[in-house]
């Protein structure tokens, strides 16, 4: 008897069933891990949906991207900021982190199905061009965004140094999208800046936090308080439209300007991801007021230096709300290069408040500057009425509030 389709099916989606355990179990026992308790039923369906898709779409598919897309969808449908990263969007991620990248200078995130702007990066394409904090990103070279993996766009955006991508923007209030079109370039990670505002008075711009921001940060205050012949009398540090970055980048700035405490805590459910960071003794700044700028650009490891300095005392913080994402992200090497993405922890500041999708309200709200796109550091900057009210809080002594250790 000729066996039917039926038949056919059962004994490949067996086979498959089968296949994919010993695929997963094998990799995981190379990873020094035992295999998850994966309920037959489920590999099965799984299985039985990759065969269908082989023998039935209407173009012909690979089964190794097939199965990369279905761990790209399990990882994504986690969080916003959880995702599979194949071996060149790993070597890119690195490449951010350590170094220079060629894209435009904006990072994003998935937020209600949306692909939004958490900030232009400091003289950027992106910031040139004048995309802002919170636009949503609705079109890529003419086409629109569905919902879908975070890395697929982020590859589109970016490319080769000179090449151009069109970008349709939404940005409230207005009614329709806006057109960029943007020329690609090399992005430094190089992100501290540093000028004298007026005798005395300095000004530090964190653009995001990588591996040199710490160390940057340091040589920039020196420098500062060389120029003004000692002890600066206060300091503007300015982390608006700051997405973030490295956790140690946060720790390591923050501890340059306090004496004892903590820093930040988190808890997740490894052991590894519970953590508590702590200030070892000595203050750079020698106690000098801080005024921090800040606005919903600022993200992530830009939110734990505010709040830990807040917090402490250290520092009173000027502008917006934060953008309010109060999670940790833990990169976990694969096999082939490889990697996942993936949400381990969520921090606290140290009075113990969770700022994750809440941000933090700061000290002195500020309206925000009609035709702000991303801050301009010094000197061109300095008529910035946002700088200007953090110098005017320095000059009359910057008197601090009420640490809560």
């Known amino acids: 008897m000729k066996p039917n389709r039926r038949t056919v099916l059962a004994a490949l989606v067996g086979c498959l069933a089968g296949l994919l355990l010993a695929v997963l179990a094998g990799w995981m026992s190379r990873q020094g891990r035992e295999a998850p308790g994966l309920p037959p039923e489920d590999a099965h369906l799984l299985a039985e949906v990759i065969g269908l898709i082989r023998d039935d779409y209407v173009d012909q598919t690979d089964s190794h991207e097939l199965m990369a897309n279905a761990i790209r969808g399990m990882v994504g449908e986690l969080d916003p900021h959880s995702s599979f990263l194949d071996a060149g969007e790993f070597a890119d991620l690195r490449v951010a982190t350590e170094g220079n990248y060629s894209g435009i200078g904006v990072e994003v995130a998935v937020a209600d199905g949306v692909l939004m702007v958490i900030a232009p990066l400091d003289g950027s394409p992106a910031a040139r061009a004048g995309i802002r904090a919170g636009d949503t990103i609705l079109s890529i070279d003419g086409r629109a965004l569905r919902a879908g993996p975070l890395n697929n766009a982020i590859a589109a955006i970016r490319g080769k140094p000179g090449t151009v991508v069109k970008l349709g923007i939404g940005r409230e209030p207005l009614p329709g999208p806006l057109e960029f079109s943007l020329v690609r370039a090399m992005v430094s990670v190089h992100s501290v800046r540093h000028a004298m505002l007026e005798p005395g008075i300095g000004y530090l711009r964190i653009s995001q936090f990588s591996d040199s921001t710490g160390a940057d940060t340091e040589a920039a205050v020196r420098a500062l308080e060389e120029q003004a012949g000692g002890r600066l009398r206060g300091l503007v540090l300015d982390l608006r439209n700051n997405p973030g970055g490295a956790l140690d980048a946060a720790v390591e700035v923050s501890d340059l ?43 992530s490891a830009a939110e734990i230096v505010a709040g830990a300095l807040r917090d402490h005392g250290r520092a009173r913080l000027f502008g917006q709300k934060t953008f309010g994402k109060g999670s940790v992200q833990t990169v976990l090497p694969l096999e082939d290069g490889q990697a996942l993405k993936l949400t381990t922890s969520r921090y606290f500041t140290p009075s113990g408040a969770s700022i994750h999708e809440r941000g933090i309200e700061p000290d002195e709200p500020l309206l925000r500057p009609e035709a702000a796109a991303a801050p301009v550091p010094p000197p061109e900057g300095k008529a910035d009425p946002e700088i200007r009210a953090a110098i005017f809080w320095l000059q009359a002594g910057g008197t601090q509030i009420a640490a809560t250790r």
């Open 257 to 299: 300007f306090l004496e004892r405490g903590t820093i930040v805590s988190a808890e997740g459910r490894s052991a590894k991801s519970r953590f508590r960071m702590e200030a070892a003794e000595g203050d750079l700044a020698q106690g000098t007021p801080i005024a921090v700028l800040v606005n919903e650009g600022s993200a």
